[in-house]
C-alpha cells in the first residue's frame, strides 16, 4: 500500500494558499524547535506604534519559504539544475533560517546572550535538529553558511535580493500598514536567472529591484527605527539589563525557568560554539523554551518588585509609558546628556548611579544597499553582466550603499525638555 504524503497547504494572508512541499519540511514545521517562533513576534515592540504589526517568525519564515520554492520553480524552468537533495536543503535552510531569534526579536539580541547573533543561535539550533533528524540537514546547513559549492542557493538565502527579504518586506508593509514598503515579489522572482553559478536578474526587473530597494530604506525609517520603537526597546533592553543586576547580586526575583537559565549565565559565544565552559546542548535546549511570553509574564510580576528601578521600567514597558525621545543627525554633546541625567536624578529621586537607566543614548544606522555583500548584477539582453548601480537610471549607488546614521537621546517625559532646550547645549 502506497504511504499517504503529509503535505499540507496554509492559507496565508499575503500570498493566499502556501504548498508544504514534502514530508520532510512538514516534520520540521512541526517540530518543537520551529513552532516556538509562533510566540516570537516579527517585528518586536513596534506594535507600540503600529498596533497591527503583531505577526510573527513563525508566519515569516513560512513566506520565505513559500518565495522560495516560486525561486527554484522560476530557476528549473529556466533550465537550471537542481536536483531533489538540494532543493530540499534550500527549503530547510531558509525555513530555519531566522530560528535563532530571541524573544522580540532583534530587541533582545545582545541582552540575553551579549556575544552571539541570532545566527549563531541559528546555527546552533541547525545542528542540533541535524542530529535529531539523522544528518539530514547537512546539506541545508551548508547552504545557510555559503560552504556549498553551488553559490546561487546561499544567494537565495543570504543576499541583497534574498527570499528573506523579499517575504519581510510584503509581510511588514501588509501587518503594519505602511504602503510604502510593498514590493513585487513575484515579479522579482520572476526575473531571477543564473549565470557563473550567482544569482543575477533579468534586466526587465530592473525597476522592480529599484522599487524593492527603495522600499526597504522607507521601511526602516518609518517602521524599523520608528523613534517611539526605539525607545520601547531601549526600555526593555534596560528591564533585563537591571533584571540580570539583580540577579547577580542575589536579590530574590521571580523568573521562568527558561529565562532564568540566560540572566543566571554569560553565554559566550565560545559556548554557542561548544568551546566554552557550558553545554551548548543544554544552551540549545533552554532557547528552545524562551520566547516573547517569558518576558511578559516575568515584567508583570516585576512591576510590583520592590527593587524601584525594576519596577519603574517594568510598568513603563507594560503599560507603554515610554521616554521621551530626541533624534538627529549629529551625537548629542556631553553637556546635553548630563543635564537630562541631573534634572532626572532630581526628579526620580535616585543616585547618579541608578539614572542611566532612564536616560540614555545611542545611534541607530541604515543603509539599503550594501556594497560589500554579493552585488545585484543585472543579465542585460544581450548577455552582458552589469551591477545595477551600472545600468539603473535612478539608482545612487554611493547614496543608498552610505551608511546612514541617527543620534538617539531618551529621558523621562516628566522632565518636559524641549527640543530647543536640548539642542541649544549643541557645540557651535
Known sequence: MKKNSKRKIVNDPVYGFIDIPGDFILELIES????RLRHIKQLGLTNYVYPGANHTRFQHSLGALHLMSLAIETLKIKGAH???????????????????????SHALENSLIPEGTHEDISLLLMQVINREFDGRLALATEIFLGEYHRHFLHDLVTGQTDMDRLDYLSRDSYFTGVIEGSVGSDRIIKMLN???DRLVIEEKGIYSIENFLIARR???????MHKTVIAAERVLVAVLKRARELVEMGEEIYLTP???????????????????????????SNF???DDNDIFQC?????????????????????????AIELKNEPFSPESVSLCKTLAGDLMRIGPNMVDYFVFTGEVSNRTYAPDEP??????????????????????HRALSQKTIKYFLCYPKKMRLTTSDLWSLQPE
Not at 518543537?32 to 513552532?35: A, D, L, R, S, T
Not at 537533495?85 to 530571541?102: N, P, Q, R, T
Not at 522607507?218 to 524599523?224: N, R, S
Open 218 to 224: 522607507l521601511m526602516y525609517w518609518q517602521v524599523y
Open 375 to 396: 552585488q545585484v548584477n543585472i543579465l542585460l539582453k544581450n548577455g552582458e553582466i552589469k551591477n545595477i548601480s551600472e545600468v539603473s537610471e535612478m539608482f545612487d
Open 194 to 196: 543564473i549565470v557563473d
Open 32 to 35: 518543537k524547535w520551529f513552532q
Open 288 to 290: 528552545s523554551r524562551l
Open 82 to 104: 537542481i536536483n531533489k537533495d538540494e532543493e530540499e536543503a534550500a527549503y530547510a535552510a531558509i525555513l530555519l533560517h531566522d530560528i535563532g531569534h530571541g524573544p522580540f
Open 258 to 284: 527558561s529565562l532564568a537559565y540566560f540572566l543566571q549565565n554569560r553565554i559566550s559565544k565560545a559556548d554557542i560554539m561548544g568551546k566554552g565552559n557550558l553545554d551548548k546542548e543544554e544552551i540549545a
Open 299 to 323: 515584567a508583570k510580576i516585576w512591576m510590583d518588585h520592590t527593587d524601584k528601578i525594576l519596577s519603574t521600567l517594568c510598568t513603563s514597558f507594560i503599560h507603554r509609558k515610554l521616554p
